[in-house]
């Protein structure tokens, strides 16, 4: 059967301003990939998010509704199901939906925000699901599926316990969790997987278009870019010890992601933090080229 309609692929770039990238006038070069893209794309010199966290957004992204209306503001937060979601209003309209996500806040909470999805996969998470699967040892698929509901009961403690939150932000966890738990989930595992699940998809002869969702997390804190990235934008931090100290300690400082500095930080501390997110823009930017090539 000929497709007539368009296959959709919404991409959600997690906490990436738009003041770093090249295309709005930014001068290090920190997304080349997405610069070429936009050059011949519409762009929108005035868009303004509806809320500050994920999500609160991602509900409005999804229901075309402010905050206000939907009301899911907090992390235990349900969406209601008298607001259609996007991935329902269009496997309703007869498309195949597939949903790949890095942010627990989408992947892991029971918020309704994973409504309408034939196949959703959460990459944030110490037992990540991916599309390969059934291609998995029998013995690795028969432990994933009792460790899995588990794994996912205790990431909803998280957000429904407000003394469970405090102390994961204790210097000595975040460390643990952000690494173990794959908070950030997996940029490149999460794209290769999309660019396969595409390409097979319509090499098998399928009927109905496809809408894919991505949420990439890589510039979300804690930053721990590659070191070429780190040279592709900031190459003067080679070799700077202090810098690297710094930004080791303020990874592990949870509760300072999100509150503002005490003390005030000095300027080149600043401009680390600055260096270590470009850089990170720079990695998601060179793996989204897989997408758009």
């Given at each position: ?28 070069p ?27 957004s991602?509900?409005?992204?999804f229901t075309g ?34 949903g790949?996500c ?18 959703f996969?959460?990459?944030?998470s110490?037992v ?24 996912h ?7 429904k316990?407000d ?7 204790n210097?000595?966890w ?9 908070f ?12 396969d699940y595409?390409?097979?998809y319509?090499?098998?002869g ?7 969702f ?6 979300h ?17 080679r ?7 710094f ?6 400082d ?7 500095p005490?003390p005030?930080?000095?300027d ?8 270590f997110y ?5 990695f ?8 758009l090539?």
């Amino acid at each position: 059967m000929t497709l007539t309609r368009p296959n959709i692929l919404f991409i959600v770039l997690d906490t990436l301003r738009r003041d770093r990238l090249g295309i709005y006038g930014h001068n290090r070069p920190t997304s080349p990939r997405l610069d070429d893209f936009a050059a011949e794309a519409t762009r929108f010199e005035r868009a303004v998010a509806p809320a500050q966290w994920t999500v609160p957004s991602h509900a409005s992204m999804f229901t075309g509704v402010y905050p206000g209306e939907h009301q899911v503001v907090q992390g235990n937060s349900l969406l209601s199901g008298a607001y259609a979601t996007v991935a329902e209003l269009l496997r309703l309209g007869g498309y195949h939906t597939l949903g790949l996500c890095n942010n627990p806040l989408v992947g892991v909470l029971d918020n309704g925000l994973q409504r309408g999805f034939d196949e959703f996969y959460n990459y944030a998470s110490a037992v990540p699901q991916r599309p390969n699967e059934a291609q998995r040892s029998r013995l690795y698929r028969e432990w994933m599926k009792y460790f899995q509901p588990f794994a996912h009961r205790v990431g909803n403690q998280f957000a429904k316990n407000d003394w469970l939150f405090r102390v994961s932000l204790n210097p000595f966890w975040v460390p643990i969790w952000s690494k173990y738990i794959n908070f950030k989930g997996n940029t490149v595992n999460s794209i290769d997987d999309l660019v396969d699940y595409w390409q097979a998809y319509f090499a098998g002869g399928a009927d109905q278009p496809l809408f894919a969702f991505l949420n990439l997390m890589q510039p979300h804190l804690p930053f721990q870019p590659p070191q070429q990235y780190i040279d592709q934008v900031a190459p003067e931090l080679r070799g700077d010890r202090r810098a690297y100290q710094f930004m080791g300690r303020f990874n592990a400082d949870g509760a300072a992601w999100a509150s503002p500095p005490d003390p005030v930080l000095e300027d080149w501390q600043r401009d680390t933090l600055s260096a270590f997110y470009e850089a990170e823009i720079a990695f998601q930017d060179d793996h989204i080229g897989k997408l758009l090539d």
